[in-house]
């Protein structure tokens, strides 16, 4: 759905205004539409490509074997939304506070065992000291939202907040979840009864992981085009993806799809990406260890 609204208005900012055509390319959670664009998609600018938030850590850890793509060759072109995670609660369960998740075991869906949804809570139990039960395996997202309401489990191991509210705005104006932890850089003030993850105790050794993966969580809607491209075209591409964001019309069909922008430019996400990809060895090492269920 953000590709699909920077699609519908990104062209008129473009030098010679192109037509633009949205492909649907799904498999291995982005990976296949990666490893296309990296290696077989026209080297010119004509590809844009928006990549899965989880996919830079991937690289960095080493995590899939098929992903053949490097995506510190990419030129990034900017970031529509790096919005803060959440991992959140159903109101009615005990757990209400991580004091009361270090005490008690508090059941959270996942979507799969490699999924930010998994690896978030897994983090906190390994760091922290929480008591997540972590069930993974659930389609997708939506499906983990049932089982909260259902009463299967009692939480949701990760949701960007701004797609609570998009997506499912009962759950946030009739208070049904709880932001129990939120993963960023800085904090929303929308959801202050949160703590930060980066300013929860951990050890002085464990410092460098929270702070790894509190910067991965910032790659949110990134949109990236081909290696190889000549820079000027990376650069007009760029001067595009700005003046999109300050569109007017952009802005209120973002309002009408509920859809929150938070805007990095393609310099700082392409720093952010090549932070976390060329992050120190015993760093990314002690990473991976703490992201394991």
């Avoid at 209400?96 to 075991?105: F, L, P, S, Y």
């Avoid at 800085?186 to 992981?209: G, H, M, Q, T, Y």
């Avoid at 805007?263 to 760093?283: F, H, R, T, W």
Wanted: aromatic share 4%.
């Amino acid at each position: 759905s953000y590709a699909r609204l920077l699609v519908r208005h990104i062209s008129r900012h473009i030098p010679g205004k192109p037509n633009i055509t949205p492909v649907n390319m799904p498999g291995g959670g982005g990976i296949i539409a990666a490893n296309h664009v990296a290696l077989a998609a026209p080297k010119d600018g004509t590809v844009l490509t928006m990549v899965s938030q989880g996919l830079p850590v991937d690289q960095a850890l080493g995590l899939n074997t098929t992903l053949k793509a490097d995506l510190r060759t990419f030129h990034w072109i900017g970031n529509m939304s790096a919005a803060n995670q959440i991992l959140a609660v159903w109101h009615t369960s005990p757990t209400q506070t991580v004091a009361d998740a270090q005490k008690r075991e508090t059941l959270i869906g996942s979507t799969g065992a490699g999924s930010i949804s998994t690896q978030l809570p897994a983090l906190l139990n390994n760091l922290v000291g929480t008591k997540f039960k972590i069930v993974i395996g659930y389609p997708d997202g939506r499906d983990v939202n049932l089982a909260m309401e259902r009463g299967e489990i009692e939480g949701r191991g990760a949701n960007p907040w701004v797609s609570y509210k998009s997506t499912s705005p009962r759950m946030v104006t009739e208070k049904l979840i709880r932001p129990l932890v939120q993963f960023g850089l800085e904090p929303d003030p929308e959801i202050a009864e949160a703590p930060l993850f980066r300013n929860l105790p951990v050890s002085a050794e464990n410092k460098p992981v929270v702070e790894f993966m509190s910067k991965a969580v910032m790659v949110g809607r990134p949109v990236a085009t081909t290696p190889g491209v000549p820079l000027d075209r990376v650069a007009a591409l760029r001067r595009a993806f700005d003046a999109t964001l300050n569109d007017a019309e952009f802005k209120k069909d973002a309002d009408n799809q509920r859809a929150e922008i938070d805007y990095m430019s393609g310099e700082q996400l392409e720093k952010i990406i090549n932070d976390l990809i060329g992050a120190p060895q015993d760093v990314r090492m002690r990473v991976r260890n703490a992201m394991r269920p």
